[in-house]
């Protein structure tokens, strides 16, 4: 690369990567072919339209990749239909809202304190200029239970038009019969955004929505998916639904379908569909329940008891005297990566909130199994007990880089 300053900050950012240990929950590596493919000629091509329906010529190899990847999503997800052009899950969810209701219906999501996304109706999203947005809580933070009788009398009470399940900082698994139920009663659209989660479904360790009846999927493609970053729209039936979410996406809310990405998606989904990856999924979770027999054994308190997923939000604030905002920079200093997260109903503001959030799908692409996440769930709390001792956190410092040098990030699945 020519440009110097761009060449340094990439490979300044690949070095830290090589040599820390990423924990963000919703991030992880992409192999070497999304990469390619990321970076290949499709960059070029302007795609307006579906497959077999564009506005532009020379459109051969763009339809090709394009339906490549929607047969390997819906074998995937064992669904009808699949939209792969939303540019990421942010606005797969806002296509969804404006493909099944009109200004003014109400959405039932969430609360984002309990572990819900700002686009299941936090009051900063532009969404809630345009919808109604009520939300549904956590019955308790030890236990992590949806309040399932309270999401039941707020529909019975609201009528919305579509229940949204999903999360983006809630570690128990959802009950999506009884969400499915709950819609079903009110003749209300269910929609599960799986983003978090979208790769321990594909890979067997989690239920999948559509099994429950519901009518949408959200998701995005990289995560625990292990793709590039994008989304996508899934429905159950290739019908009346499926056309209204095409038309939302294009020409509803984008333009050109950004092609290289696609080409990634597809890499993506072929990389889910091998049996590897089965086991990838399940590792993820064995990870994570790992980290979180440390956490209980040194008296760290995780919302909702510890874990059913891939992540894990600690009360730091509450254990180790420490706000989330502290914690993300001490880790940072050892080369371990998190985020400082709001717990629920947490009195601390969002900026410095009282949690942090950690997950292990992007170390356990790395090859780390129990033993090591373990080591590393210790090596996080030893550096937050000590966060005023440069030696101690130096000694600590050494002890990540040995474990990344150890587990190099890999080139393929």
Known sequence: MKDKEIREAIESEENRQKEGLELIPSENYVSKDILTALGSAFTNKYSEGYPGNRYYGGQEFTDEVENIAIDRAKKIFNCKFANVQPLSGAPANIATYFALLEPGDTILGMDLSHGGHLTHGHPVTSATKIFRFVRYHMKDIETGEIDYDELEKIADKEKPKMILAGFSAYSRELDYKRFASIGKKI??????????????????????????????????????????????????????????????????????????????????????????????????????????????????????????????????????????????????????????????????????????????????TRGFKENESKEVAELMIDALENRNDAKKKEEIREKVRNLAEEFPIPESF
Do not use: W
């Open 187 to 364: 003749r209300a659209y269910t929609v599960a955004d799986i983003a978090h989660v979208a790769g321990l479904i594909a890979g067997g360790v989690s239920e999948n929505p559509f099994d429950s009846g519901f009518d949408v999927i959200t998701s995005t493609t990289h995560k625990t998916l292990r793709g590039p970053r994008g989304g996508m729209i899934l429905t159950r039936e290739n019908g009346e639904i499926s056309k209204k979410i095409d038309k939302s996406v294009f020409p509803g809310l984008q333009g050109g379908p950004h092609m290289n990405n696609i080409a990634a998606k597809a890499v993506c989904f072929g990389e889910a569909l091998k049996p590897s990856f089965k086991e990838y999924a399940g590792q993820i979770l064995k990870n994570a329940k790992a980290m979180e027999e440390v956490l209980r054994k040194r008296n760290v308190k995780m919302i909702g008891g510890g874990t059913s997923n891939h992540l894990i939000l600690a009360d730091v604030h509450g254990s180790l005297g420490v706000t989330g905002g502290e914690a993300e920079k001490v880790l940072d200093e050892i080369g371990i990566t998190v985020n400082k997260n709001v717990i629920a109903d947490d009195k601390l503001p969002p900026k410095d909130p009282s949690g942090i959030r950690f997950g292990t799908p992007a170390m356990t």
